[in-house]
């Protein structure tokens, strides 16, 4: 069969965490952004797109212990669809769903959206085979968890994933 990756070789601190094009970033949970008036703080906003309900929930009380807006979706279609809707910073996204599309899919077509550029997604799933890291990488993934994860390791992750924002003038 095909080797499961345990840790990253070029981040021997984070295990199960597999950087694809991530690059570790000042955490912060509240982002600055500015609008055509003003500048205001606002609250990260994260779409947890997995089809298991009990994991959703897992993910739910792990992401309460930051300063997070937290959406769901147990579908790939579905969880497409909220992404275009809200807008996320960030889409943790599972790979096996029932729906008709794979993670993978969803995740190359949030990345080929302009309207969704900037969104990070981070896949979280149970498939460990450097074969499915590679699926990841090529759909545009920006991190990769294998399951099971740790709340503390993946509350940290997110953070890591979630720079704050740079006005622009």
């Not at 089809?51 to 497409?80: C, F, K, N, W």
């Not at 996204?93 to 899919?105: A, H, K, N, R, W």
Request: proline content about 8%; hydrophobic content about 45%; glycine content about 8%.
């Amino acid at each position: 069969g095909a080797a499961r990756v345990r840790r990253s070789a070029a981040w021997p601190h984070l295990p199960r965490v597999h950087r694809i094009t991530c690059r570790p970033i000042p955490c912060g949970r509240t982002r600055l952004s500015l609008n055509a008036t003003h500048s205001s703080l606002m609250t990260a906003r994260i779409l947890i797109v997995e089809d298991q309900a009990e994991i959703r929930h897992l993910i739910q009380i792990t992401l309460s212990m930051g300063d997070y807006e937290v959406h769901e979706a147990d579908t790939g279609p579905t969880g497409l669809a909220k992404a275009k809707q809200i807008k996320p910073d960030l889409v943790l996204l599972d790979v096996m769903m029932p729906g008709g599309m794979t993670g993978f899919e969803v995740c190359q077509a949030i990345k080929a959206d302009p309207d969704m550029a900037g969104v990070m997604v981070m896949m979280l799933t149970a498939l460990g085979a450097v074969a499915d890291i590679d699926l990841a990488r090529d759909a545009g993934a920006d991190a990769y968890w294998v399951k099971p994860f740790s709340p503390g390791e993946l509350l940290e992750q997110v953070e890591i994933l979630l720079p704050p924002v740079t006005p622009t003038v």
